[in-house]
């Protein structure tokens, strides 16, 4: 079977186990999951697309407006992927939903009047990824890893917050990858916030670069730091420290395991470091793929990890992060993001050796 056909068959499935007739998706996560890699955003915030998708016992279709349809035709080619359009004028309502859900008990990825809301059980659709998806992903994280790289080894004192983000988001876009995150902080506004937006500020010593990087509908997340002159000793300690907790997280993400195991062990490394409460302070992560989470990893997550799957911890210490994104493969975890030529730090975790990333001194 092909990733579409697979796909068609899992949603089958996920109606049948609900007793529901027709599946609505218009997230752009789904829709981009659904047909493969397409985009069906206009504005890069938007969660919901232009476009939506509805299968039925009857048919697949694609619902849009008439300024949206020769794209998804000509370029993301859904025409030729077996999606029947429904097009109604761009100043009038689309009565294709209505139509053809007459009778119908009708599911949805989110909240959508009179259907059963299926975002929970979608999220966890699109993390159960396909080899090709996998093989995709490969791809859109090397090009992050080698964007984040370039860009900050360009990083200079007296740049803004606002120049590094300019200088991040043009060598992630040059390369063919929308950035949709790009946070950065500098000096004490890496202590002061975990969700840094750029600023004004003007670096002096240290600055933090974080990149959400989106292609084929797939999100890659890494976190890189630099620092300019000698590194002070308790920072030191503490990038030490929670590359020791971010291994841990990577060495426990392994088939089996719920999540909530694998949170016990890395806050467990967070009490063993010394830095016990820190994780309460910042979430730290958890499954990624057409979401930069599909949702967040806590202490009393159930789900359990599986092969294929892709994850993106984020343990932080204040005024430090450490951020990669894994594919869990059957013998083994591979980090997506590496940097050959970064610093790395030599860390152990359940009897295995892990390179973890370092701060960049300059």
Wanted: proline share 6%; with cysteine; net charge negative.
């Amino acid at each position: 079977m092909s990733e579409l056909e697979i796909k068609l068959q899992r949603i089958q499935n996920l109606l049948s186990q609900h007793q529901a007739d027709a599946l609505l998706l218009s997230r752009v996560s789904s829709f981009a999951w659904a047909t493969c890699g397409a985009a069906s955003y206009i504005n890069t915030a938007s969660t919901t697309g232009v476009g939506s998708l509805l299968i039925t016992p009857a048919g697949r279709y694609l619902i849009a407006d008439n300024i949206e349809a020769p794209r998804f035709e000509k370029e993301e080619q859904l025409a030729g992927q077996g999606w029947e359009f429904r097009i109604a004028p761009w100043h009038a309502a689309n009565p294709a939903v209505a139509e053809l859900t007459r009778g119908l008990k009708l599911a949805a990825d989110g909240p959508y009047p009179g259907a059963i809301d299926l975002a929970h059980e979608m999220a966890r659709l699109r993390a159960n990824l396909l080899p090709e998806e996998g093989a995709r992903y490969r791809r859109v994280s090397q090009i992050c890893a080698e964007a984040m790289n370039v860009a900050l080894r360009a990083v200079r004192p007296g740049m803004t917050e606002y120049e590094i983000a300019a200088r991040l988001d043009h060598e992630t876009f040059a390369r063919g990858v929308q950035p949709i995150v790009n946070l950065i902080a500098t000096d004490e506004r890496i202590f002061n916030f975990r969700h840094p937006l750029p600023a004004d500020k003007q670096l002096e010593h240290y600055a933090m670069l974080v990149l959400c990087g989106r292609k084929y509908g797939l999100i890659t997340s890494v976190t890189r730091l630099v620092h300019f002159g000698r590194l002070p000793d308790e920072l030191r300690r503490k990038m030490e420290a929670v590359a020791h907790i971010d291994a841990a997280f990577i060495a426990a993400t392994r088939p089996g395991r719920t999540l909530s195991e694998v949170f016990k062990r890395a806050t467990a490394t967070y009490a063993a470091t010394g830095f016990a409460d820190e994780w309460q302070l910042h979430h730290q992560g958890g499954p990624a793929g057409y979401e930069p989470r599909e949702w967040v990893a806590t202490p009393h997550s159930p789900e359990i990890v599986e092969v294929g799957q892709v994850y993106a911890w984020n343990p932080s210490i204040t005024g430090t992060k450490s951020e990669d994104t894994i594919l869990v493969g059957p013998s083994g975890n591979e980090v997506l993001t590496v940097m050959p030529d970064w610093p790395m730090l030599d860390v152990e975790a359940a009897g295995q050796h892990f390179k973890r990333p370092a701060i960049l001194e300059v």
